[in-house]
């Protein structure tokens, strides 16, 4: 819907929780001060309403800048804050409003938090394509650092995980291999080649450009007779390509189980 009312903009949605993480400490084994909350979605165990958390920042419209300070530089290593928790309402005359549950974003924190936003976006799309280092160079040591940083991903090397050329673009990322209701699926997980070499070296505003400028060619959902499953490119640049793998449409041997 917002892509349809602003054309000439990219739409980016972004886990509430993970970019939160960067800034405030949302749960008790969190350092620092302590939010008994969460945002994204909530179940509750006694069968009540599910809850959506999202951001939100009421007005007309507009793009975010900052009112005073620095201009954001989306290609600095990400950095963790620590900032206080509540929403503090204006003062009504001589009144002090009770502080609201939830992380405010002030203005002199707005280019912190846009760095915090594009790097949790480039996270994202990284440990889609199976990338634990280049995963881990986007995000805070409390959005989950230290938990990305395990076995390297071979396309940031000279060795390449999987590639795949699908429509005459290179994608680079991992094979997983499932089962769809007894028959055996592979599913090619990844993203264009050019993006994934550019977040493995931390360029995060060349790579926005990239995005931006390719975001009405980039999409595409059809069927590829050379793989023999149905692919899925989005505007950022990530792919989904399922097939069946090979041999499983023959005929078993006499006396084997069916």
């Not at 739409?11 to 400490?25: E, H, M, N």
């Not at 620092?32 to 599910?50: A, H, I, W």
């Not at 600095?76 to 405010?104: K, S």
């Amino acid at each position: 819907m917002l892509g349809s009312r602003f054309p000439d903009h990219s739409v980016t949605i972004v886990p509430a929780d993970t970019s939160s993480r960067a800034g405030w400490a949302l749960t008790s084994r969190d350092k620092g001060e302590k939010v008994k909350y969460r945002f994204s979605t909530q179940l509750p165990s006694d069968g009540g309403t599910m809850t959506v958390h999202a951001l939100q920042a009421p007005g007309s419209g507009g793009r975010l800048s900052p009112a005073e300070g620095r201009e954001p530089n989306l290609s600095a290593p990400p950095f963790q804050a620590n900032v206080m928790p509540d929403i503090h309402p204006p003062t009504e005359g001589l009144v002090a409003p009770e502080p609201v549950r939830g992380c405010h974003v002030q203005p002199k924190d707005c280019a912190w938090f846009q760095e915090s936003l594009a790097h949790t976006t480039a996270a994202g799309l990284m440990a889609f394509t199976g990338s634990g280092h280049a995963t881990a160079r986007h995000l805070t040591d409390r959005q989950g650092r230290k938990r990305s940083t395990g076995v390297e991903h071979a396309a940031s090397m000279s060795i390449q995980d999987a590639t795949h050329t699908l429509f005459g673009n290179e994608y680079v990322g991992t094979d997983h291999v499932f089962r769809l209701n007894g028959p055996r699926v592979e599913a090619f997980s990844g993203v264009d080649a050019e993006v994934f070499r550019l977040l493995t070296r931390g360029d995060v505003e060349e790579y926005r450009a990239l995005v931006h400028a390719s975001r009405h060619v980039r999409p595409r959902l059809t069927f590829d007779q050379d793989g023999g499953g149905p692919v899925s490119v989005h505007s950022d640049g990530s792919v989904l390509a399922p097939r069946l793998l090979p041999g499983q449409d023959e005929e078993p041997p006499p006396g084997s189980p069916r």
